[in-house]
């Protein structure tokens, strides 16, 4: 049973930046796309980045290109989003996702295994 828990969250004022981290555990496939999404009040879940255990490739939403970057470890067991210049906008709670599969997404639909999420909110 794959398991993922989220750490990292807080406030931050714009401009500032958060690092969050995912630590998963239980997966065994070979490829398997991790992803973070977050939802903000009233909102629709949305996909901000993907990244793929085999070959690292990584999808972001274009709100957050150039500013967020997802990485993985050698260890593959904790994925971490560096969230830098963030904006009001970026206010939501986030979740980190997983999947086994080969193509990865940023479609909350695609993902089956979900953490319980962390709280970001950027704010003067």
């Known amino acids: 049973q794959v398991q993922l828990v989220e750490s990292g969250g807080g406030s931050v004022q714009p401009g500032g930046s958060l690092r969050l981290s995912c630590v998963v555990s239980?997966?065994?496939?070979?490829?398997?796309?991790i992803g973070w999404f977050r939802q903000a009040p009233g909102k629709e879940r949305e996909g901000v980045t993907s990244?793929?255990?085999?070959?690292?490739?990584?999808l972001y939403a274009d709100s957050v290109k150039g500013r967020f970057t997802i990485s993985i470890d050698t260890a593959k067991t904790v994925v971490v989003l560096q969230m830098n210049s963030l904006k009001p906008e970026d206010t939501a709670k986030y979740y980190c996702a997983a999947e086994p599969g080969t193509y990865c997404s940023l479609a909350a639909r695609d993902y089956n295994y979900w953490g319980q999420g962390t709280q970001v909110t950027v704010s003067s």
């Open positions: 239980g997966y065994s496939h070979v490829r398997t796309c």
């Open positions: 990244i793929n255990s085999f070959d690292h490739s990584t």
